[in-house]
């Protein structure tokens, strides 16, 4: 038994080094190890209920299955080692009943605010929105719904309308998905459901980030169903903060959908070079960092669009010139950021990435649209599904199309098949291949020329 314990103890301080605290504490440490179910090459685990089975295994499976297979626990596993988790007997868990939550936060950070948020052509519509619902009475939309990709200040402007409304001395509750379902499953164990209503649904801003990650659990949805239609039945401002837009968040139920699209949806642009810029302006005011114009006019130019991502260019310049004695200059700014530059690939169009993986496999583009049995056609089509996953937002239909698939299903196909050599690192030549495509792609998309293959 003692071994049992021991090996359960290891496997979670593997865990707590991977996830953040409040995930550790609120759910991966209730995980139990069940030596008795387990083998060499799969490993089982208890939770407290089904929710949070569902929960851990569709977050955090994948992470289990790499520190179980990376790491000699119990000196027992398998290289590859698989993980089930199962609901735990009620006989083994009745000693644990009460389960140590810690509260749920529902602060508003003080340090984001309107007065501080960069306003640029990108953001304006987010912005004055924001405004409105923020100083309005009684919501003007509801519910509000802002989406777009990360870093790109979303969150920033979800605490700025609730500090202003608890200016206005409003009760406002803000929190993230996995906030509301850490408290969710504490109400549910506890069976004090009646004071989660009662904290939710009595709120006159309800502010939630994440929203995505409402997918997927079904029990959590239908909690958010009804606490949603309370809080709009009685004209309670509600905005959300989601990564894409609701018809795109895949497995969210169809009522969440049509909801969240009630009141207004707004996309959150990433910032155009003149807000970059202002944005860098900001951030050295900030942290207290002086920087030359033309070091700050290359952090704009050449970081990616992700806020957080150019504070930190910003403070890793610094911290190096401190620790070198050095001027900063555009030369140390170059030499800093080598790792931190800005990836022109990123929105390359379709024609773009024909052209560059044709002329990297010295075929022609017209050669590779084609199904071929060739195989360095069926490599470059392979790559041009590769690089498009990354590199645009197309669907999985326009992949098809564009190469002339009659069945999509085989884009997932494709994309596996090169992500799976890439990984391996088995060959030199993929793996240099990628760069050299990559780099084309660089090149076309900075000169904002199309070239086109010899036909």
């Known amino acids: 038994m003692d071994t049992n314990n021991n090996i359960e103890k290891e496997i979670l301080a593997l865990i707590k080094q991977k996830v953040s605290l409040t995930e550790y504490e609120n759910c991966l440490s209730q995980l139990k190890y069940n030596a008795n179910a ?82 640029g052509s990108c953001n304006n519509t987010v912005y004055e929105i924001a405004k409105k619902v923020a100083q309005s009475d009684t919501p003007p939309y509801n ?20 500090n202003h409304a608890l200016e206005k001395h409003k009760k406002v509750v803000l ?53 949603f239609n309370e809080l709009h039945a009685n004209s309670k401002q509600i905005v959300l903060i989601s990564d894409r837009s609701p018809k795109n968040i895949a497995g969210l139920e169809d009522r969440l959908k049509s909801r969240f699209e009630w009141g207004i949806t707004a996309k959150v642009m990433p910032p155009d070079l ?59 700014a170059k030499t800093v950021l080598e790792d931190l530059q800005k990836d022109h690939a990123e929105g390359s169009s379709l024609e773009n990435i024909l052209i560059a993986v044709a002329q990297s496999l010295n075929l022609k583009s017209s050669e590779i649209k084609v199904s071929s049995r060739q195989k360095n056609v069926a490599l470059a089509r392979k790559l041009v599904v590769y690089f498009a996953r990354l590199y645009t937002p197309n669907p999985t239909l326009s992949l098809a199309q564009f190469l002339d698939l009659k069945d999509h299903s085989s884009i997932s196909k494709m994309y ?3 992500k799976k050599m890439l990984e391996e690192e088995k060959s030199p030549f993929i793996l240099s291949l990628r760069e050299e495509i990559k780099n084309r792609l660089n090149e076309l998309n900075d000169k904002k020329t199309s070239f086109n293959s010899s036909e």
């Not at 906030?179 to 209503?197: A, E, P, R, V, Y």
């Open 143 to 162: 519910p509000v719904l802002f989406y777009g990709g990360t870093g790109l200040g979303k969150t920033h402007i979800l605490n700025a309308i609730g």
């Open 416 to 418: 596996s098949s090169v």
């Open 274 to 332: 003149e807000t970059k810029l202002s944005i860098v302006k900001q951030k050295c005011q900030l942290n207290k960092i002086t920087l030359p114009e033309e070091v700050m006019e290359y952090i704009a130019q050449h970081i990616s669009d992700n806020i957080r991502q150019m504070e930190g260019a910003i403070i890793k310049i610094s911290v190096n010139a401190s620790l070198m004695n050095a001027t900063i200059d555009l030369n140390l």
């Open 175 to 227: 929190v993230t998905s996995e906030d509301f379902l850490t408290d969710f499953l504490k109400h549910l164990d506890n069976k004090t459901m009646d004071s989660f209503k009662k904290k939710y649904r009595h709120c006159d801003f309800f502010l939630l980030d994440d929203a995505q990650f409402l997918q997927g659990k079904p029990k959590l949805e239908e909690e958010f169903f009804h606490t």
């Open 38 to 119: 387990s083998k060499s090459d799969i490993a089982f685990f208890y939770a407290p209920n089904m929710l949070l089975c569902s929960w851990i295994t569709a977050k955090h499976g994948a992470l289990l299955k790499e520190i179980l297979s990376q790491n000699k626990v119990g000196m027992h596993l398998a290289h590859s080692v698989d993980v089930r988790i199962e609901v735990a007997p009620k006989i083994q868990i009745s000693a644990q009943a009460n389960i140590n939550y810690k509260a749920v936060k529902t602060s508003v950070k003080d340090s984001y605010t309107f007065e501080n948020f960069v306003v």
